[in-house]
């Protein structure tokens, strides 16, 4: 059984920076995709925030392009998701997701909020 935990969130104000990390336990399966979603109160979508997948390349919205870097230590089973240039339209719950052919595990989330 896969379990993601994130950690790193937190309160900041426009214009700085954080750094979000999940780690994962279990047998985590190979050519997985590691990546980061977002839903920020009041909505019902969840946004794809970034993507790395088992050969390191990297997807982002527009949105966050430029702003934020994803990242992964295999070895640690750890990912990481570098968040700079906030705005406070960035603020949501951010939840780690790993996807694996035929399933996906989502964390619990960890909240991001930017104040103006």
């Known amino acids: 059984q896969v379990q993601l935990v994130e950690s790193g969130g937190g309160l900041v104000q426009a214009g700085g920076s954080l750094r979000l990390t999940c780690a994962a336990s279990?047998?985590?399966?190979?050519?997985?995709?590691m990546a980061w979603y977002r839903q920020a109160t009041g909505k019902h979508e969840r946004e794809l925030v970034a993507?790395?997948?088992?050969?390191?390349?990297?997807n982002y919205p527009d949105s966050v392009k430029g702003r934020f870097t994803i990242s992964r230590d295999n070895a640690k089973n750890t990912w990481y998701l570098q968040m700079s240039s906030l705005k406070p339209e960035d603020t949501a719950l951010y939840y780690c997701?790993?996807?694996?052919?035929?399933?996906?595990?989502w964390g619990q989330g960890t909240q991001v909020t930017v104040s103006s």
């Open positions: 997701v790993l996807s694996v052919t035929g399933n996906r595990y």
């Open positions: 279990g047998k985590i399966p190979a050519g997985n995709v």
């Open positions: 993507s790395i997948d088992s050969g390191d390349r990297t």
